[in-house]
């Protein structure tokens, strides 16, 4: 398993409220995108966000952030900080809690 990982700074409600609306308004990821799972991670009071990307192998990880490397920065919720594309070496849920 793999993740694309994107830290953005500034942004607003107003910008998660957009992106929320353009994802749930879509049938998926975008074509080329073969992405396993995504997850929008929103702290409000730093005005910081997440995006995860979770690929299945990291050829299909490297094909989306050509994708996602050539988007628009108008079309994201803030200003791209960093961006890391690692290999997932431990996924595990809590058996109690």
Known sequence: ??????RFSG????????????????D???PGVD????QLLWDADQETSLFIAWFASAEAM???DEFFSA???G???GN??????????????????
């Open 11 to 26: 942004v607003s409600k107003e910008g998660i409220e957009t992106v929320l609306a353009q994802i749930e308004a879509s």
């Open 80 to 97: 791209r900080v960093s961006v890391d594309m690692a290999e997932v070496m431990i996924e595990r849920e809590a058996t109690q809690i």
């Open 1 to 6: 398993m793999y993740a694309r990982v994107v």
């Open 35 to 38: 992405t396993r799972r995504m």
């Open 75 to 77: 079309d994201t919720p």
């Open 28 to 30: 998926g990821p975008p």
């Open 71 to 73: 988007m628009d920065r």
């Open 62 to 64: 490297a094909q989306a």
